[in-house]
């Protein structure tokens, strides 16, 4: 499997973002059919970096109800979001991913 396949999106929330600074550790959404060993790989692969451990968990997509308005007529309807895969991948000392892109002005 090629890492562009296996390394989905990376994921950004307050709590990520603490884990980063503190304890060197990254969340993505991967593929739900890529094992530990593919996913450090392709961490590896394409952020140039050393992974120390690979922690996975896979979500389950939640029940959604919806509501609309059609030509006067109030539409309900539900359906689900589709369930998914998270890793948290920690780097050895030394090695960080930056995530953004952008350059840092002094």
């Known amino acids: 499997m090629d890492y562009r396949n296996i390394i989905l999106k990376p994921l950004f929330t307050e709590k990520m973002s603490i884990l980063q600074e503190t304890q060197r550790k990254y969340a993505f959404h991967v593929s739900s059919r890529a094992n530990k060993i593919e996913i450090k790989q392709a961490i590896q692969k394409k952020f140039d970096v050393e992974v120390d451990k690979v922690a996975t968990m896979n979500r389950k997509g939640k029940a ?18 589709s369930s998914w895969k998270r890793a948290v991948v920690t780097l050895k000392d030394g090695f960080s991913i930056d995530l953004m892109g952008g350059e840092v002005l002094e």
């Open 64 to 81: 959604k109800q919806m509501t609309m308005r059609s030509g006067g007529r109030v539409i309900r309807t539900s359906g689900r979001k």
